[in-house]
């Protein structure tokens, strides 16, 4: 970025070491030499050199910072003269004080001077000038008060920092407490010299028995403890402090701030920005944190130089249309998903008519996000749907939207989704919902299994009634069986004899039915006989037809052979023949002895129809009779027929009642199972958000059971006509189920859905106007799909979200993103201040961000000073938008040129005009300064912020 800044990386956590001697001062140890290769290689980024009463070991080392490749400051280590009893010596002991001030290297000139025109005490105890004496000397001391007061006199004291050592050497602690004086050092002092857990937070007033009030009056605002090393030995560790034995120990003094005196001096104003530990304060995971984005653009639109973000508060400022929303967008763009709503704004087109359209877009642009793992997304490589987890983003308007949409039916609503975020802190909730989703999603398989069971069993009831129709009449059937009866009854009346007669009648027509049986069989004989004997004639002639032409063939070619080789084969056909000739004989003798049996057998049917012939005027209802009995026993059979297809349609229906019953009787567990976890989320996780132990910032979250009232009128009566009389049938169907707006009451639905249910399973369905291609299968699906849901409500600060300003729901919704512990990720802001009055984000959102940002990285667009400086943002990105005109005067098209410089609050630079570009012109701090309505008041606020609000 063109050299702007060294640190383009913000405010970032270092190892500080405030408290090093050099060879200057009196009983330090090794060389000069040895020090410079000590400083090189620790581990601390920022060196204080603190000699007593002196500043040459500064200027000394300064001269070789080119190399050192480290940030030094300039320190000088006074004594008081203000003896006091020691805690240690009651009687006689006294205790000599030290205090130290951090000069601003820019004007090391002007302090070398000030401090070689001090008036101090020599070891006799003579006033003497500073510059006149050897700064060796251990008697030298100096009035505590005076001196301040002359660095205010010459104007330094805006340029150094007053550091009183407290629990360490010659530190005010040791002292029998004299509430004046010790407060009044104390008041006057910037810093305090401390490394004790109990110390640091007394003074940062925190503190369960002290209130604010006191300690403001005490102090006027609170103190940051910071501590060195006091290393006198050029091979002393530096960067790590000491123990009471004066050996190092993995303990250092972690300052977030630029290497700068200005960095330092944030300290005074943001005591958090100091911690006194081992390990580095704040340590996100990398792949937590973006390190860096760039635009890669080669038409000159967008600079490619790399803008670093910062793992904490980044905050993007800039003038109306510099890119401020743009670079944040980019960011998302890069990240999300290509359909995710939050990229796309509503556009009136043609008509009016609203289209959804990607907010930024340039052809010919790519862009790469850059984490602190390493791993690089690009615009142009982005797949369809990247894990949406990378970050959190929550574009300008959109709490405002949210907040308009909170209260509509979507399940998978940005507001539905943030309640689950924020409920999925809460312990044991994962579980729980879980738990509950999965018996949901058990109960809706059951009643979807037992719809596809019922519509089966409709279909084969349906078929079954209309095979049960085909068979005819059961009572008609009935009737003919007792004509039939009657028949044979009168039949049998008209046709009275005796039962010799009938046993004759009966004996002759059984001897009838014999002999047509017997005449039946001598007839089949016969012909069977006969087609043998053809079969036989025509298969012995062919046989000696073949044998009669090979013979001749024999005969031609083998005529000296014929007495010797063909007698024999004459010989055995003759032979054959005659066997052939007395089979044909004995068939013929088989055809007569059948032909004589049925002969005999026709003499016998005339006899036997001879004597018929006087009972068949006598019996001849009887065949009538037999015809009746058969009729009715085909009557019977279908009545069987029918019994046994009305009973398959019984169990059919037994079936069905049995499918409606567990259909119904899971619904009703679906609608328990809601009410069940509706009071466990009552009981256990009404609050979502307490930001203290006086419950201020407290959000409270209230369950109610809902109600998806688009999906029942959309979906379920948008299966019939809107006939009132249709409509009234559905609607009026039961009682206390619908309000005095038609609007269906809840609580009551599924006794509805019951009572519905039962009607368009019923005759009555048929009375229903469906519209086209709806049938009462689809309107029972419809009927019981799950509509229900847990409605939530947000409480705050004794207040419904319903009844909140816009501004406030605002509030209450970005706390709710802010506040989820879980989510590491970074979430990237746009305008979070929209609709809100500094006073309401002064003391609403402030402190909460300062809390966040200490969890996961914060990306922020906004234009509000206080956004920026009051929640101390370790990196501040200033868009900037160029605007060149082209020589064209019939296009007047412009060029753009989208710029960006990065820095923290303390990068300061007075304004120079001289530089062409207005980014460059002036630090970081004048820049906020300028673009921000109130951004001096700000500053100055930050300054003053520890008086009571």
């Not at 410079?36 to 290689?41: K, L, P, Q, R, S």
């Not at 060196?47 to 940030?71: A, P, Q, T, V």
């Not at 660095?151 to 805006?158: H, I, K, M, Q, S």
């Not at 979250?701 to 999906?711: A, R, T, V």
Request: with cysteine; aromatic share 10%.
């Amino acid at each position: 970025m063109n050299n702007y800044n060294n640190h383009p990386k913000g405010s970032e956590w270092a190892k500080w070491d405030l408290h090093v001697h050099t060879d200057v001062s009196k009983h330090f140890k090794g060389t000069f030499e040895e020090l410079i290769a000590n400083i090189a290689d620790s581990e601390a980024t920022v060196i204080g050199i603190n000699d007593y009463f002196s500043l040459e070991g500064y200027e000394k080392i300064s001269k070789h910072c080119s190399f050192l490749h480290k940030s030094t400051l300039p320190i000088v280590e006074f004594r008081m003269n203000n003896a006091l009893l020691s805690r240690n010596d009651k009687v006689t002991g006294s205790e000599m004080l030290n205090f130290h001030i951090i000069f601003n290297p820019n004007r090391i000139k002007e302090a070398k001077t000030w401090l070689n025109s001090l008036v101090c005490f020599d070891d006799k105890g003579n006033k003497a000038q500073l510059g006149n004496l050897d700064r060796n000397s251990d008697g030298i001391t100096i009035d505590f008060s005076e001196t301040i007061t002359k660095l205010e006199e010459v104007g330094l004291r805006n340029d150094a920092i007053i550091w009183l050592p407290y629990n360490e050497y010659g530190g005010i602690d040791r002292i029998i407490p004299s509430v004046f004086f010790k407060l009044g050092i104390i008041n006057k002092s910037d810093l305090l010299g401390s490394s004790t857990k109990s110390e640091i937070e007394y003074f940062l007033w925190k503190h369960d028995k002290i209130t604010k009030e006191q300690f403001k009056e005490w102090f006027g605002k609170p103190k940051p403890c910071v501590k060195g090393s006091d290393a006198h030995n050029s091979k002393y560790p530096i960067g790590k402090l000491k123990d009471r034995n004066s050996e190092p120990i993995e303990k250092y003094c972690w300052i977030k701030a630029n290497p700068t005196f200005e960095g330092l001096r944030q300290i005074i104003f943001e005591p958090e920005r100091v911690s006194i530990q081992e390990e580095h304060p704040n340590i996100k995971e990398p792949y937590y944190v973006i390190k860096s984005v760039r635009f890669i653009d080669e038409a000159g639109r967008f600079m490619n130089e790399t803008i670093h973000l910062n793992s904490g508060l980044n905050a993007i400022i800039g003038g109306k249309s510099t890119g401020k929303s743009l670079l944040l967008h980019f960011i998302a763009k890069t990240l999300l998903s290509k359909d995710d709503k939050r990229l796309c704004e509503e556009k009136k087109g043609k008509n009016d008519k609203v289209e959804i359209k990607e907010k930024y877009s340039f052809e010919n642009l790519d862009f790469e996000v850059e984490f602190a793992d390493g791993k690089k997304f690009t615009l142009k490589g982005r797949q369809q749907s990247p894990d949406n987890t990378l970050i959190e983003f929550i574009p300008q308007q959109w709490l405002s939207e949210m907040v308009e949409n909170h209260h509509k039916n979507e399940i998978e609503s940005p507001y539905q989704k943030l309640i689950e975020k924020s409920l999925s802190e809460k312990e044991g909730y994962d579980k729980n919902k879980k738990q509950h989703d999965e018996n949901c999603k058990e109960f809706k398989h059951l009643i979807k299994s037992n719809l596809i069971d019922l519509f089966e069993i409709q279909d084969v009831i349906k078929n079954l009634e209309r095979e049960r129709a085909e068979m005819g009449n059961q009572q008609d059937f009935e009737n003919s069986i007792k004509y039939f009866k009657n028949e044979i009854d009168n039949l049998k009346t008209n046709s009275s004899s005796s039962t010799k007669e009938n046993k004759r009648f009966e004996d002759l027509q059984n001897q009838k039915t014999s002999t047509l049986q017997g005449l039946k069989t001598c007839e089949n004989n016969i012909l069977a006989l006969k087609s043998y004997e053809e079969k036989l004639q025509i298969d012995w002639k062919n046989f000696v037809g073949k044998v009669n032409e090979n013979y001749q063939v024999v005969k031609s070619n083998f005529a000296l052979a014929e007495n010797n080789f063909l007698e024999p084969i004459k010989k055995s056909l003759n032979d054959l023949n005659s066997k052939f000739q007395e089979n044909i004989k004995q068939i013929e003798i088989n055809e007569n002895k059948f032909s004589n049996e049925k002969e005999n057998l026709e003499k016998q049917k005339l006899e036997v129809e001879t004597e018929l012939k006087p009972f068949e005027v006598k019996f001849a209802n009887f065949k009538k009779i037999e015809d009746c009995e058969k009729t009715i026993r085909d009557f019977e059979q279908k009545i069987a027929n029918i019994q046994k297809q009305e009973n398959l349609i019984k169990e059919q229906k037994t079936s069905l009642e049995t499918c409606k019953k567990a259909i119904k009787g899971n619904f009703q567990k679906l609608f328990e199972e809601y009410q069940s976890y509706i009071t466990l989320l009552k009981e256990k996780y009404f609050v979502i958000f307490k930001a203290d132990r006086d419950n201020k910032d407290l959000i409270e979250l209230h369950s109610e059971l809902g109600f998806d009232y688009d999906s029942f009128e959309g979906n379920f009566l948008a299966n019939f006509s809107n006939k009132s009389s249709t409509k009234n049938r559905l609607i009026f169907s039961t009682d206390n189920s619908f309000d005095e707006n038609n609007k269906i009451i809840k609580e009551n639905y599924v006794n509805y859905t019951q009572n519905i249910f039962d009607l368009l399973l019923s005759n009555e369905v048929t009375s229903l106007d469906f519209l086209k291609e709806k049938t009462p299968k689809i309107a029972i699906e419809s009927l019981f799909e799950n509509r229900f849901k847990v409605d939530y409500k947000i409480k705050y600060e004794n207040d419904w979200l319903e009844n909140m300003s816009q501004g406030k729901k605002g509030i209450v919704l970005l706390k709710l993103y802010l506040a989820i512990e879980k989510a590491h990720y970074p979430i990237l802001i746009d305008q979070p201040e929209d609709n809100l009055d500094n006073r309401t984000i002064y003391t609403s959102l402030i402190d909460f961000i300062k809390r966040r940002k200490i969890d996961r990285q914060i990306i922020m667009v906004t234009h509000n000073a206080n956004l920026v400086i009051a929640t101390d943002a370790e990196q501040v990105i200033v868009a900037h938008q160029e605007v060149f005109p082209e020589t064209d005067e019939k296009t007047q098209d412009k060029k753009f040129k989208f710029e960006y410089v990065t820095g923290a609050l303390e990068h300061t630079m007075k304004k120079d005009t001289s530089i062409e570009s207005i980014l460059y012109q002036q630090g970081i701090r004048e820049h906020v300064c300028e673009i921000l309505e109130g951004g001096e008041i700000a500053f100055k606020k930050r300054e003053e912020k520890y008086g009571l609000k």
